[in-house]
């Protein structure tokens, strides 16, 4: 029961992505981390190896970030059909019995390249530093440099992120509550 309650939440917190872009995939990452707290605050029998659950219901929002960016053109829209792609193998290769440790092979950098590329309109065009832009006053489409330049930085990062998940495991011994509460100490601990 608990499976399906959470996968309702999660399934229902994708769907924004398909009206607005970048405050959907917001909204969709979100929940998708939501679970970790939501599994903690109810108990309706558990999540048994919770990891490939997980990957399974990220399906959901995955699907509706690479049907979002069936819309773009240019280097926005082939990075994120290559990134979808990459990442759906490693998906397989997890499910198939590869283990967590597969996925550093197989980062989620798609996740950040979405969000990045439909963040690229709301932001102020102050702060487009090099980018042009079209007469309608959105970011003219990458250059095939920034691309590989936001590609590059993306992906650093999403790797460091996929290594404290899924090979060190930094956090599995952690709760969500308790994760949090250590965030929380750090940054306020300079103003107690």
């Given at each position: ?7 309702l ?36 029998g ?12 990220d ?10 960016s069936l ?60 980018w042009?832009?079209?007469a ?57």
């Amino acid at each position: 029961m608990e499976a399906i309650v959470i996968a309702l939440i999660r399934i229902a917190g994708s769907l924004p992505v398909l009206r607005w872009a970048f405050v959907g995939g917001l909204i969709a990452v979100f929940t998708d981390l939501s679970d970790l707290f939501i599994r903690q605050a109810i108990d309706l029998g558990g999540l048994p190896n919770y990891q490939e659950w997980d990957k399974w219901v990220d399906q959901v929002y995955i699907w509706l970030f690479f049907l979002v960016s069936l819309r773009w053109t240019g280097w926005e829209r082939r990075i994120a059909l290559g990134l979808f792609g990459w990442r759906l193998v490693g998906f397989v290769a997890f499910t198939a019995g590869a283990g967590r440790d597969i996925l550093i092979y197989f980062p989620h950098v798609f996740e950040f390249w979405f969000l990045f590329v439909a963040a690229r309109p709301h932001w102020p065009a102050r702060l487009r530093p090099g980018w042009a832009s079209q007469a309608d006053g959105a970011p003219a489409p990458l250059t095939r440099g920034e691309a590989v330049r936001w590609l590059l930085f993306l992906a650093a990062l999403k790797i460091f992120h996929e290594y404290t998940l899924h090979t060190g495991r930094w956090f599995d011994d952690f709760s969500a509550f308790e994760a949090a509460e250590a965030i929380w100490d750090f940054i306020s601990g300079p103003f107690s």
